[in-house]
């Protein structure tokens, strides 16, 4: 997105290669391997569930080292920082991408300071203290946790998931795992939740990638879903206006809990690209979606559950009956003890 740089895929070398995220090296801009820090992420399975008679396939990327899709972006931008030579950094998170920079960063032996919203779910705090990391609990929205960080980055190196496109280059390795594991063919249509849009903006840079190397003929269309308690990105969708001026309210969905993403208008302009729409999701909507997760044997948290309620919506609206969908599961149920089962 704001990164200049030509993937490049062998595709006969990358099919020998490990079965990681890092398989797709020459399409990773990380110039010598030894400043690669990774545990072997990646190439999460693609397994089939059926949402309303329909076959939908979904990347279980909670079973990442850290339990979230997050350490896509963090092995990448965790490797940047190294091969810059830094040695101590500071991040802001609603909790998972504070927990896969404190592994990676733990991993190379940097400083790692997170801040955090005070009300973020106590597991993922736990999680962060146990890398070692020292962790900041800044009373108030997320919102309140960045404005912390910003003053902490005048005199540190800013790891941010956010603005550091660095990030977004590991999180395409989604596109990349998908249209492989269809072997090499794009779906029709990717659901994903949005808060901040990492993955979303991430999965689209993906897909142009392998669009540009004629690896695949079309991007697919992106479904997005919100929170209807947190949904500044759906309102300005279909209202057009701006998306910094709408009220929230609390939402379990903690991840996507983002009343202001930095990143809103190029989110909304990959949703218009590709002939998406926003769906959102009401609380209630969330926790049933929960249940029926578990129910089949996924234990997910509240994030990666709207996501779901979302696929169930989308599904119900009328599909077309060949149309090839793919979802993800972004984040363990182990990272949220708290919300009602
Ligand atoms: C489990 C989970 N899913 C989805 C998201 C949304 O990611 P993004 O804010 O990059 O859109 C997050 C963000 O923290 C998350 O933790």
Known sequence: MDLQFSAKFPINDIKNRKPTMWRYREAI????????????????????????????????????????????????????????????????????????IAAYTAKTGMKCDVYLPYKTSSAKISQIKAYFAIVHEIPGSRENATRAVMKAAENTFYASHVYNPYFLHGTKTFAYEVVEQLSWKAPDTVILPVGNGTLLLGAYIGFVDLLKARIIEKIPKFIAVQAFNCAPLAVAFSKGLDAKKFDTKKTIAEGIAIAKPARAKQIIDVVKKTKGHFITVKESEIVQSLRWMAKKGHHVEPTAAATFAGLKKYVNEGIGEDELIVSTITGHGLKDVETPE
């Open 29 to 100: 801009p990380i110039e010598n391997n030894e400043d690669v820090v990774s545990f072997n992420e990646g190439f999460t399975p693609l397994l089939p569930l059926f949402v309303n008679g329909k076959e939908v396939l979904v990347k279980q990327d909670h079973l990442f080292q850290t339990g979230s899709y997050k350490d896509r972006g963090a092995s990448v931008l965790i490797s940047h920082a190294k091969e810059m030579g830094i040695k101590e950094i500071v991040e802001d998170s609603s909790g998972n991408a504070g927990a896969a």
